[in-house]
């Protein structure tokens, strides 16, 4: 099945930087989508890329599908002390007929106020 | 608008004893998926349901486990006999067909002593 790599396990950034996380995967997915999770809740959908090449914002927050369709970045700027949590990302190959997300083990942040 | 609604959240039990989980889909989408999460495998996507009707299962773990959806706003996954490696955050999330962005309910968190 799809394998997906997600990168760096964990971060510890300072209050006001700027983050940078990635998944890779060994096959082409159609979809990529990010979400996180704070403690004790489910994951809650933050982005959703349909199209190579595409970027797309959620305020602070910037994803891209990378124009391969095998890896997707998403990245934070400023932190604040609330974007502390697991990212995951999950991706799709709706094109089989199914769709199933496969998720990234994720990136725990932590922010240092 | 309501969300995906999990019960109970919480859920302690003894090895050997059934465990009934719960989950309303939201309103109006006809897909509903449950997760299992663990910190060793990260989320693991048990069973999938279109229509009510179960669409995948492979990766429901053995004969223990078993899920049903008896209509479009409710399923379950029951565990029976429970096993103390059954103890996880297991989630429900629901998506209209066609679509990839699944939501997620807060999860379950089981402890099986």
């Known amino acids: 099945g799809q394998q997906l790599n997600q990168s760096p396990q964990s971060m510890f950034i300072q209050e006001g930087e700027d983050v940078s996380m990635n998944c890779t995967s060994s096959?082409?997915?159609?979809?990529w989508l990010w979400y996180k999770q704070d403690p004790g809740e489910g994951p809650v959908l933050l982005i959703a890329?349909?199209?190579?090449?595409e970027l797309t914002s959620n305020g602070r927050l910037t994803a891209q599908f990378g124009i391969t369709r095998k890896d997707s970045f998403l990245n934070i700027s400023a932190s604040i002390p609330s974007d502390v949590g697991i990212y995951f990302c999950?991706?799709?190959?709706?094109?089989?007929?199914?769709?199933?997300?496969?998720f990234g083990k994720g990136t725990k942040l932590s922010v240092i106020p | 608008d309501a969300g995906v609604i999990q019960s109970p959240r919480h859920e302690v039990t003894e090895m050997g004893q059934e465990v009934t989980l719960r989950c309303k889909p939201i309103?109006?989408?006809?897909?509903l998926f449950w997760y299992r999460q663990t910190m060793m495998r990260g989320l693991e996507l048990l069973i999938y349901?279109?229509?009510?009707?179960?669409?995948?299962d492979s990766g429901m773990p053995e004969d223990r486990f078993s899920a049903k959806m008896p209509n479009a706003s409710f399923s379950t996954l029951k565990i029976q006999p429970s096993e103390p490696r059954d103890s996880a955050v297991y989630f429900c999330?629901?998506?209209?067909?066609?679509?990839?962005?699944?939501?997620f309910g807060p999860g379950t968190r089981l402890l099986v002593l």
């Open positions: 999330a629901s998506s209209l067909w066609g679509m990839e962005t699944q939501y």
């Open positions: 096959s082409i997915f159609n979809t």
């Open positions: 890329l349909y199209k190579a090449g």
């Open positions: 999950a991706g799709s190959e709706s094109g089989a007929g199914s769709y199933q997300l496969t």
């Open positions: 309103s109006g989408h006809n897909s």
């Open positions: 349901f279109n229509n009510n009707v179960p669409i995948d």
